[in-house]
Antibody
């Protein structure tokens, strides 16, 4: 069974940093591109970043480019999102999601709240 | 960026009625691979999104065949032949052809 389990969220002050993790199981993690997708409270979905299976290709939404870094450790079956210079508008539930253009599995999400 | 325009914003239907949701993209979603990465997902209240349809019309194995997807290039439709109680939630179309991937604003399906 495919599982994606996010962690690392919490309450953080504006301008500070936070690192999210997503541990994958039930499939060969190194074979799949991965995404971070977020959802602000009561709002729709926003794609944040993508990383290819071997980390050769990385893309970001303009809203996070230069502040967020997506990475992965295939030996640990783990996807990461390093978030710096956090803003109130980054407050959201962050989902880890498998595959590139057609996400087939989503994690349960991890909440990030940016507030003073 | 590709803008995804979804209509209607909401639907209120009785069980057994058909449903139709439209999704239009600001540019063609036909990729250089020859595939069209137009997806539909359902987010039930309090849950993470769940997959429904990929590449315009392909249902994931667990999705009931009362769901169907159609369209091409820039115009797409999700149809439910007969709504059931478990279908309530917010439906999103989204495109995975062009980076950045983008989502429609969602259609909330309520059961009368």
């Amino acid at each position: 069974e495919v599982q994606l389990v996010e962690s690392g969220g919490g309450l953080v002050q504006p301008g500070r940093s936070l690192k999210l993790s997503c541990v994958a199981s039930g499939f060969t993690f190194s074979n799949y591109g991965m995404n971070w997708i977020r959802q602000a409270p009561g709002k729709g979905l926003e794609w944040v970043a993508y990383i290819s299976s071997g980390s050769s290709y990385i893309y970001y939404a303009e809203t996070v480019k230069g502040r967020f870094t997506i990475s992965r450790d295939n030996a640990k079956n783990t996807l990461y999102l390093q978030m710096t210079s956090l803003r109130s508008e980054d407050t959201a539930l962050y989902y880890c999601a498998r595959r590139s253009g057609e996400v087939d599995y989503w994690g349960q999400g991890v909440m990030v709240t940016v507030s003073s | 960026d590709v803008v995804m325009t979804q209509t209607p914003v909401s639907l209120s239907l009785a069980i057994g009625q058909p449903a139709s949701i439209s999704c239009k993209s600001s540019q063609s979603l036909l990729g250089t691979s020859g595939k069209t990465f137009l997806n539909w997902i359902l987010q039930r209240p309090g849950q993470s999104p769940k997959r429904l349809i990929y590449q315009v019309s392909k249902l994931y194995s667990e999705v009931p065949d009362r769901f169907s997807g159609s369209g091409s290039e820039t115009e797409f439709t999700l149809k439910i032949s007969r709504v059931e109680a478990e279908d309530l939630g917010v439906y999103y179309c989204w495109q995975g052809t062009h980076f950045p991937f983008t989502f429609g604003s969602g259609t909330k399906l309520e059961i009368k």
